[in-house]
Structures are given as C-alpha cells and as structure tokens.
C-alpha cells in the first residue's frame, strides 16, 4: 500500500519548473532596472581637469622695451642701467597644457605676492609689485583666466625695496598658483631672453 502512495504523488514537469525560475528571474531583472534606473540617470561622475602651466620662457633683459610671447614689444620697461631696477618690469610667458581652462590666481617672486593688476591700467604700465597678464600680447585683453592650448605673458613689475636690485645674471624664482591650487615655479635669469 505505500508503494501505491508515492507513485499517485507527482511533481511539477521539469520543462515547466524550467520555465517558472526563467520567468521569476526575468521579473526580478526587470524589478532591479527600474528601481537603479533614476539612480544611474543622476549619478553623473565628471572627469577630473588636470591643471598644467607650463613657463616656457621669459624676457628679463635690461632695456626700455621688453618683449611679450607674441613678439610684440611693451614699453615702459625702464632704463637701460645693468640691472632691473626698481619699478622696472620682466615678463614671463606661460602656455595652459591642460584640458580646461585655467585662472592665475596668485604670482609670487622671492616668495613675495605680487598683487593683480585688475586692467585699470594698461599692460605696460603695471606698477611696482604688481602683476598683469595678457593672452595676445597687447594691452586690450587683461585676463587671470587661459584656456586650454593658450599661450599668455605675464608682466611684473619689480619693486627693488622688497628684494633689492635684479642685478644682471641673479636668478629669480617666479612661482605661479592657479584658483584650484596647483603651483608651477621657474628660476629665470635676471638680463637674458628666452623663448
């Protein structure tokens, strides 16, 4: 008599138990997507700008005009007398190898903050421990922002009562800080013109 039991109890068909885990696996799925959907929509994760200054060159020469990195020239500079004196005035020209743009927040020189000529006055008459930047070399575009790929000159204008004179040869160590913090820092030569 038990033999009889156990056959008269059957079990659900193996194609159809198949069938069931496929359906309920299917509508788990489709449950999970619309539940993450809104989550993957607004979770937006942005790619890192990697800020890049680099100071390919300087014109700190001892002449009445000095040179920008177009070629164009900026008077004002000073007197020819052997040194930098004070309230003369060098440049430096640096190019944005990074992905973005870029603002210059601070110019130091010796360690000393130079302060941001806000354009009141034009490029070539930036005042002693001031600083000013140009992106086409003329007085009409004083900017602290560069864009990706561009090349800009930064005027300083050198005030000899806080280091002393830039004798010919004196190595100045010009640092440059942007708004996100990244510092770039070149020691140039007091009286020689590169790039």
Request: charged residues 20%; glycine residues 12%.
């Amino acid at each position: 008599m038990q033999l009889q039991i156990m056959h008269k109890r059957r079990a659900v068909a193996p194609i159809i138990a198949t069938l069931l885990m496929v359906a309920i696996s299917v509508v788990g799925g489709i449950l999970i997507f619309v539940f993450s959907q809104g989550f993957f929509q607004d979770t937006q994760i942005a790619a890192p700008t990697i800020e890049n200054v680099e100071i390919w060159g300087y014109n700190a020469t001892d002449r009445t005009t000095i040179g920008t990195h177009t070629g164009t020239e900026v008077a004002g500079a000073g007197a020819k007398n052997n040194k930098i004196a004070d309230g003369e005035d060098f440049t430096v020209f640096i190019r944005n190898s990074g992905g973005g743009d870029t603002l210059i927040s601070e110019v130091e020189v010796f360690g000393v903050k130079f302060t941001y000529n806000d354009g009141s006055g034009a490029l070539a008459t930036t005042a002693a421990k001031d600083w000013t930047m140009s992106t086409n070399g003329k007085d009409d575009c004083l900017c602290q922002i560069i864009s990706a790929g561009q090349e800009a000159t930064i005027l300083i204008g050198w005030e000899e009562d806080v280091n002393g004179p830039l004798k010919v040869g004196r190595p100045i160590t010009v640092k440059i800080t942007t708004g996100a913090g990244a510092t770039f820092t070149k020691q140039i030569v007091s009286g020689r013109d590169v790039g």
